[in-house]
């Protein structure tokens, strides 16, 4: 198998366990958005900023350093383990001395019973991570996506059962650990590991080397991530944060089903070819081109639709989710250019300056922030969506002085995109204009209204548009639909 086609074969199953992941996120979270209040989301959420953020410092980056290494041993996999045990432990142990404190600074004591239970899965997650990496270094996307659909299956069938039995916020915690549970015997499963030890100080300060760039950009990128949660459960409280969470997560809904979906491809096969410029420089702006395309129009609805869908889909109690929601959207395009441009930095072991780049976004993000948050939850988005036009330049800049590229390849790629998403906005305008309002009005006939019109018309025109750099892909897709031979 070609390289091509072994990119487009695994990014295709890792969309599928992305997508897969959306759709049963997305349908049982209806159900959990009735059965739990925004407060007690917002109660997970606070408790999950620590302890993700733990997680970075429990993978310390090794598990990317595995998977872009030349070569590795059973040796390495088995010092993975070990280094990930031990840390792992150190977590757990922190957390349940600092549990205590967290209630006191939340005044509740429930957080630090849930912190502490949360902690548990650290404990289990060197059994899923070392498995999870092998599958990941050896391209085996199909089944890495099995275990990601039937474990998420299992957690949200705890969750709901919990839900539905009056446990609050305790729901979501244990359906994370005895999923994170579930996952690991999977992943084991497939990868036929059995765990051992290994403590060889050498190898190890030569995964710890990148991995340690690699944690610091992760815990940055996660810090900014999480500033807006960490800001709001101090200001505005848990309901803002369960609501501005909804608008943040319906966001990424796109981006975690298509870009992180290519991503982890683009990775692994920039790593490979990380000595042929070229064929690098290709593999990243065809990629971005690809994304763009697939992923604009969801973001394009959410601007369009904002209000009817979340009061459709959520009930009127999240109905202050659709302002924020409007405004993190305008960010769709440039979470793509920041997500595979940081592919290419790690690819070609570029982390230090991505890391530099890091640490300024995190003051840029601070201090937007603290202009925005006088204006509520849609002052915060606001300041996301700048700060993120910030990084995404960054980054890309950075990206390109690595491939030797040039600003004008950055707006080939975009340009696909832009003109189809453009039309299909022109037609919505002129559709909008001419329907009744027995068809606008109404929430439901609305969202189909806009969604049926919306989709056929880019569904044409990408079709049938005469555009050179989309032809590959809209023939295959003819081919598919059975309007083309061949």
């Known amino acids: 198998m070609s390289l091509g086609d072994t990119i487009r074969h695994g990014a295709k199953w890792v969309f599928i366990g992305n997508t897969g992941s959306q759709i049963i996120n997305f349908a049982l979270g209806l159900i959990l958005a009735r059965l739990l209040m925004p407060a007690e989301f917002g109660m997970v959420a606070t408790i999950l900023i620590f302890t993700n953020l733990a997680g970075f410092v429990a993978g310390g980056g090794m598990g990317q350093a595995i998977v872009r290494a030349k070569e590795a041993t059973k040796r390495d996999y088995d010092l993975l383990f070990t280094l990930q045990s031990l840390i792992g432990l150190v977590i757990v142990a922190g957390f349940f001395i600092a549990a205590p404190w967290f209630g006191r600074w939340y ?13 548990l899965s650290f404990l289990v997650r060197p059994f899923f991570n070392v498995p999870s990496n092998m599958l990941h270094r050896d391209m085996r996307f199909k089944a890495r996506t099995v275990v990601q659909l039937t474990n998420l299956v299992i957690y949200n069938s ?32 497939y990868a036929r590991w059995r765990p051992g030890l290994c403590l060889d100080f050498g190898r190890a300060r030569e995964l710890m080397r990148y991995g340690l760039l690699a944690s610091g950009n992760n815990i940055l990128h996660y810090i900014r991530a999480q500033l807006p949660t960490f800001v709001l459960s101090r200001t505005l409280g848990p309901e803002a944060i369960g609501l501005y969470n909804k608008a943040e997560s319906l966001v990424a809904r796109p ?38 395309v697939y992923a604009m129009p969801f973001y394009i609805g959410f601007l369009w639709l904002a209000e009817p869908l979340i009061v459709t889909l959520f009930g009127q109690n999240w109905a202050g989710t659709a302002d924020p929601l409007i405004i993190l959207s305008l960010a769709g395009p440039l979470m ?19 890391l530099l780049a890091q640490g300024i976004m995190l003051a840029v993000t601070g201090g937007a922030i603290w202009l925005g948050i006088g204006y509520g939850m849609e002052g915060v988005a606001a300041a996301m969506v700048a700060a993120r036009l910030y990084m995404s330049t960054h980054l890309f800049i950075l990206a390109k002085r690595s491939l030797h590229a040039r600003w004008r ?19 919505l305008f002129a559709g909008t204009a001419l329907a009744p309002a027995s068809i606008l009005v109404p929430h439901v006939p609305h969202i189909l209204f806009v969604g049926l019109l919306g989709g056929l018309a880019y569904g044409l025109a990408f079709l049938y548009l005469p555009c050179p750099a989309l032809a590959s892909e809209a023939m295959r897709w003819k081919r598919k639909l059975k309007l083309a031979r061949g």
Do not use: C
């Open 158 to 189: 705890i969750a709901l059962s919990l839900a539905y039995a009056g446990y609050g916020p305790w729901s979501l915690i244990l359906a994370g650990l005895f999923s994170a549970i579930a996952g690991a015997l999977q992943y084991a499963r």
């Open 107 to 119: 005044d509740n004591p429930l957080y630090a019973d849930m912190l502490r239970v949360a902690a």
């Open 409 to 427: 390849d950055l707006g080939r790629a975009l340009l696909p995109a832009t003109v189809l998403n453009g039309l299909m906005v022109a037609v």
């Open 336 to 354: 793509a250019i920041e997500n595979l441009s940081g592919a290419v930095l790690a690819a070609r072991n570029r982390l230090g300056k991505e």
């Open 255 to 292: 981006h975690e089903s298509i870009t992180r979906s290519v991503y982890s491809v683009l990775f692994r096969a920039l790593a490979k070819e990380q000595d042929n410029l070229d064929t690098s420089r290709y593999l990243f702006f065809r990629s971005l081109s690809l994304v763009a």
